[in-house]
């Protein structure tokens, strides 16, 4: 980068220079072929948005009147080609619905906020969303004390990611080559309980996807299996270092970027448990719902705030818990799993039931 009069040749000579420190990356071609594929959902007008969200908002403040709500849907259609010299032209169309409601709820000293929604390919259950946040505002009418020490914890799939971050980040192709993922050298061994299975199916709406932007078809791929690290994910490149071939998922995080491993989407396989049957098997403990800032890094450990979260007493939720943190690691989590829920909800392109961790540390 350069500001004011500069001799071309000179910015020339530079860029040479600096490319000079770095190894030659050549470009690596996906074997032409021609695909066009499309998922569309239903076209909604701005007019049915509009209704859906007075209608919404409307229900809640009849129930709670005090509270500040908000809401955003947007119904979108999107097209990506991918053209290169070698022949390569695919083209992927998709349209969806998304839907995203808030709460504030504001009470001398005290502030609450709780969101909620989806995306979808097809009608809205809006009356869903709303119901979330009803339930979870009637959960929180009433403030509750809760010790320090190490308890169980259920992770609704609001906040389950806080697992599964870390544990895509463990599979991604890029960290088995630098080797900073732990499970680097754990292809086919245990790392988490027998029931644990995650994949990626890019045949899942609404997260589907026919190809990555490398132009390579997407596959699904079972990542753990009954607990055991199945494969990993890789782009072209990364295969490559690892003597593979690319699985698919080599995805451009912005037009300035080179492809990098990125999953299409990550299903966890769900239990048989109910909420209800949770919250009996939970006994006493804590329900973690939304947490406050980043997770876990690859190492695995995390350290963090609480942003909504509820207290249950012989198997019943008795209120809102504040000021309070968790804190442990991952890796040492995944192993000590009580239960999954039947519950699975996407969370981004995620699909996570809620689950029951034992031993958690819990600062209050």
Known sequence: MAYGPV??????????ALAALNPPNPPRFTSPRQEYRESLGEN????????WGQAAIASLRSEFAEVLCSGELACSTDSTRLLNSEGLDCTWTERSLSYYFGVEWIRGEDFLAIYDGEQCRGQADVKQVVENLRQRLLWAQVNQQIQGGKMPVLLTSGAAGLLWDTVGEALHGQRIVEGSSPWAERLGQTVAIEELN?????????????FDDEGSPTQKLALIKAGTIAQFYTDQETAEELG?????????PSLSSAPQPGLVNMLVTPGSASFDQLLKKLGNGLIIDQILGGGADISGDFSINVDLGYRVQNGEITGRVKDTMVSGNVYE????????????????????PSIILDGVSITA
């Not at 001799?7 to 040479?16: D, H, R, Y």
């Open 7 to 16: 001799e071309p040749g000179i910015l020339v000579e530079k860029a040479l």
């Open 44 to 51: 909604f007008s701005v007019e049915q948005l509009i209704d």
């Open 198 to 210: 995650i994949s990626q199916d890019p045949t899942a709406i609404p997260f589907d996807c026919p």
């Open 244 to 252: 593979k071939s690319t699985t698919g998922n080599g995805f451009r």
């Open 333 to 352: 989590l995944l192993g000590q799993i009580i239960a999954l829920g039947s519950d699975r909800r996407w969370q981004g392109s995620c699909a996570t």
